[in-house]
């Protein structure tokens, strides 16, 4: 979760309105996987590092590595008994290293994702686990301001309402990808932090279970997260995220959004209609106008008239100019801290929507389109520059600057300039 390194994948890169890709475990939280912090949605191709095991690590390097990161935890307030019983036993996960190393070049349109994340049986599932736990969901709104739809969407998608919270170690992945050292800084504070767990007495190491990168729980927070926000909603004692009893995981959810700034009552965006000839320069998040400013230059609500006043608001066309567009406000960056893929933001809100009562998405998608490989995203990435609309990278993501690459193509070709990076973009450019 949460920003969280969230990882069920690798660094993925920035997809912005480009074709989205996403990574989907079969048994994991149906999160596109953001590696790193402010990564998002495209894939990418395999890490060409051998493992550590491979290079003659494993379990004794992995021990000779605990050795050496017993003073440094010591100095950071991990009581000596709490690191020995912890990390004395730790063992060394190679599929954690090969998850984490080989990744596959998952392809997944948002409106796929989308047929998953909110299908008819997600919606019911989850309506059921709102009433089933009403009450709590009920009360946890009224203390910290975030709906119970919103929660309840969030532990839809990151563990199916309880099913799959993860059953991997937790000390033994985050031990594994510390020793591995391509991001030990990171893992290195997150095992800290999952020290500090057990040191606090929230959980014991073996019930410190999760996703093979380290999300825990119904919602799956990274022990960071959870040592910042993690709260004792039942008031036993303990923060538990992990047990059968969600309440705990809820309310941490909510308490972070609301850290975060969450605004009670507003959406995170309506689905609109544009008017013919819109200047898709608009659909841009660093353009806000209010509701009342986009309505005067044609954005509406589907049904007409302007969308209620909820703030300020941009316009977000995740497939480009033939998918549907929705107008966003600030509630939206606050589930972006979740996760940072626009899909899963979407996803989020549109599942807690349905559960809520609303109606499925109404505008079509470009389902003809599917998502670029990532070859094919840096054969584009390359033909733009050459062309005279540099990139500025080529690293297959399809970031903002590669975006604004895209939309100044688009127009010195005189097509909608909605920076949706699309096969048929490719094939004209490959046609040049």
Do not use: C
Not at 193 to 221: E, K, N, P, V
Not at 365 to 390: H, K, N, V, Y
Not at 391 to 400: C, E, F, L, S, Y
Not at 407 to 427: F, M, N, T, V, W
């Amino acid at each position: 979760m949460i920003r969280h390194y969230a990882m069920i994948s690798g660094i993925l890169a920035t997809a912005g309105m480009g074709a989205p890709a996403f990574a989907l475990g079969p048994t994991e939280s149906l999160r596109p996987a953001p590696r790193a912090p402010q990564a998002v949605l495209a894939a990418v191709a395999p890490v060409a590092q051998e493992p550590a095991a491979e290079a003659g690590g494993g379990d004794a390097g992995l021990r000779a590595w605990v050795k050496d990161f017993r003073p440094r935890a010591l100095q950071q307030g991990i009581d000596p008994d709490v690191f020995d019983r912890a990390l004395d036993t730790v063992s060394y996960d190679p599929e954690v290293i090969r998850r984490d190393r080989n990744q596959s070049e998952f392809t997944k349109t948002i409106w796929d994702y989308l047929d998953t994340a909110t299908s008819d049986l997600r919606v019911q599932n989850g309506q059921k686990a709102l009433a089933q736990w009403q009450r709590t969901l009920e009360e946890i709104e009224a203390e910290y301001g975030v709906e119970k739809e919103v929660v309840t969407a969030i532990w839809g998608l990151e563990s199916a309402y309880g099913s799959f919270r993860g059953g991997d170690r937790v000390l033994d992945s985050l031990a594994t990808l510390a020793y591995d050292a391509r991001r030990a800084e990171f893992f290195e504070g997150e095992l800290l932090d999952a020290l500090r767990i057990l040191q606090a007495g929230d959980t014991d190491a073996d019930q410190l279970r999760g996703s093979w990168a380290g999300a825990m729980g119904h919602t799956q927070f990274m022990p960071s997260s959870f040592h910042a926000h993690a709260v004792d909603w039942d008031g036993d004692g303990r923060r538990d995220i992990w047990g059968d009893d969600p309440s705990d995981a809820l309310a941490s959810t909510a308490a972070y959004l609301k850290h975060f700034g969450w605004t009670e009552g507003q959406p995170w965006g309506i689905e609109v209609a544009l008017p013919e000839g819109f200047d898709y320069l608009l659909a841009d998040r660093a353009v806000t106008k209010t509701p009342a400013e986009w309505a005067d230059l044609g954005v509406t609500a589907l049904e007409g008239g302007p969308v209620a006043d909820h703030g300020p608001a941009s316009i977000l066309l995740p497939a480009g100019a033939a998918g549907a567009a929705f107008m966003i406000f600030p509630n939206f960056a606050v589930i972006e801290r979740y996760n940072t893929a626009d899909a899963y933001v979407i996803g989020v809100g549109h599942l807690a929507d349905r559960i809520g009562g609303a109606g499925e998405i109404q505008q079509d998608w470009p389902r003809e389109d599917r998502a670029l490989s990532f070859d094919e995203r840096i054969e584009l990435q390359t033909l733009l520059t050459e062309a005279g609309f540099d990139t500025q990278k080529i690293d297959a993501k399809i970031g903002p600057l590669t975006v604004n690459a895209v939309r100044s193509y688009q127009k010195s070709e005189g097509i909608a300039p909605d920076g949706y990076a699309s096969p048929r973009l490719l094939a004209r450019l490959r046609a040049e």
